[in-house]
């Protein structure tokens, strides 16, 4: 082989390219990692506001994201965003009845499905009869194959309701745990992706839900811990470097044009948006390119509240009856300076809210949280930001699943990584990491070089 088919180049430094990309140098290839932007971490990074570190949204992972597990102890980084003992979800009812009712989604020490049979029939912000209802439905999720084609196409909400599920069911369940993690309620959700979610997270191992988060900035474990983690692999990394054009050469190798350079390589692996990867896509390189053009995307809008005194007792909760989803306190991991709280709403779904302005935003969510938090009534707000996420997640809508492409493109040497290819999984950081291993997995084998995939390990 020569040394251009030993040359790989990645377009995108987001998880799905700094994966691949060492990945591929582990394997021992030359590497070099083109990214636009002037960090690493694409989706998930925390950036500098006066002496506040902020993460652009708030990213947590489950215990069943073996690919993102592996991708923190590969850098360095498992200790400082460790997981629960045990799944424990405070979920706040401000809009009952009798006034704010407290319950929670905590898991037992019984095998699946009665690890969360106790926590079922304590869950106060449903009937006796919808409880019971809720476990129906899940013994019949159970028995569905999420890869089975026939879920793409149908909406989640539409099963939910031959189950026998209340709305109020689906409001205090369902979607609660299905907005914050497929960015789409379930009435807007595959059926196959709600599946796949529920089944891993809840009905597969008593554990799998446990709920891990980064108690430093996501900048410490998806830029500098990378970037630490690539310097060392031998991966030569470019920020603020922007890819103009990828062509076939007419000896079967890839010319790839940045603004300042051009780099000719033996693979080429498009780790970016799918409207990006599309417009980069040499003709021929799929059957269908116009396909990434239908897969939609779905925002998450954070709202940062700075307040003089800690409000907040847990490290986070969920609400229902109110227009905050989670509420995260972030005041640790940020470094504030001068004491007080720091909390981060996390927003899914956020087609309503993600273009209003900051202060039309600060007059629906200041006052939520005092419903919320009574010690917030009395707490001076020292600062109030949002941050927004227009294309967050690929929208997970029936039929998604058949646009999705696999890592293969139809032509040699060239692959596709990140999220929004087919996975199995929604947008998240655990389905940006198995693409990005599918991606160097499939170039690996291309090229005669086998290597055992991390995820093999995992399993």
Request: include cysteine; glycine fraction near 10%.
């Amino acid at each position: 082989m020569t040394g251009t088919d030993q040359h790989a180049v990645v377009v995108g430094g987001g998880l799905a390219g700094v994966t691949t990309a060492l990945e591929l140098a582990d394997a021992g290839l030359r590497v070099t990692l083109l990214e636009g932007r002037p960090r690493l971490g694409g989706l998930a990074f925390s950036f500098k506001r006066g002496d506040l570190h902020v993460d652009n949204g708030q990213h947590v992972y489950l215990r069943c994201c073996t690919a993102y597990r592996w991708f923190l102890d590969r850098v360095d980084g498992a200790a400082l965003a460790p997981l629960q003992d045990r799944l424990d979800v405070p979920v706040l009812d401000v809009a009952h009845p009798r006034g704010p009712r407290l319950g929670r989604l905590r898991r037992g020490a019984l095998p699946v499905p009665l690890h969360l049979a106790g926590a079922l029939a304590r869950y106060p912000h449903m009937s006796l009869a919808e409880r019971a209802s809720v476990a129906r439905a899940a013994l019949a999720l159970r028995r569905l194959d999420p890869a089975d084609p026939a879920l793409d196409g149908l909406d989640f909400a539409t099963w939910l309701g031959r189950y026998g599920q209340s709305a109020r069911t689906i409001e205090a369940l369902w979607d609660l745990v299905g907005i914050a993690t497929l960015n789409a309620t379930a009435a807007h959700s595959s059926l196959g992706l709600a599946a796949m979610v529920f089944r891993t997270g809840l009905l597969s191992d008593k554990s799998a839900a446990d709920i891990g988060w980064a108690h430093v900035p996501l900048g410490d474990l998806h830029d500098t811990l990378t970037r630490k983690q690539l310097d060392a692999a031998g991966v030569r990394t470019e920020l603020r470097t922007r890819v103009t054009a990828v062509t076939r050469t007419p000896e079967g190798t890839w010319r790839v044009d940045t603004e300042r350079e051009s780099l000719e390589a033996g693979t080429v692996v498009l780790a970016v948006p799918q409207r990006e990867a599309h417009g980069l896509l040499p003709a021929g390189a799929l059957a269908d390119p116009d396909k990434l053009l239908d897969i939609g995307t779905a925002p998450i809008l954070n709202v940062h509240v700075v307040y003089d005194r800690k409000v907040l007792k847990q490290p986070f909760f969920a609400a229902l009856g109110s227009p905050v989803q989670w509420v995260f306190d972030r005041t640790d991991s940020s470094g504030l300076p001068d004491g007080g709280q720091y909390l981060a709403l996390s927003q899914s779904a956020a087609q309503d809210d993600i273009d209003e302005p900051v202060s039309v935003l600060r007059a629906k969510y200041l006052p939520e949280l005092e419903r919320l938090l009574p010690a917030a009534r009395a707490a001076k707000v020292r600062d109030f930001f949002v941050t927004r996420e227009r294309t967050a997640t690929f929208a997970p809508t029936p039929g998604v699943g058949r646009l999705r492409p696999g890592a293969r493109t139809d032509t040699p040497g060239l692959y596709l990584a990140g999220a929004w290819t087919a996975t199995g999984w929604p947008a998240t950081m655990e389905g940006a990491v198995r693409s990005g291993l599918s991606a160097a997995q499939a170039a690996l084998a291309a090229l005669g070089r086998h290597r055992e995939h991390p995820l093999q390990e995992a399993a």
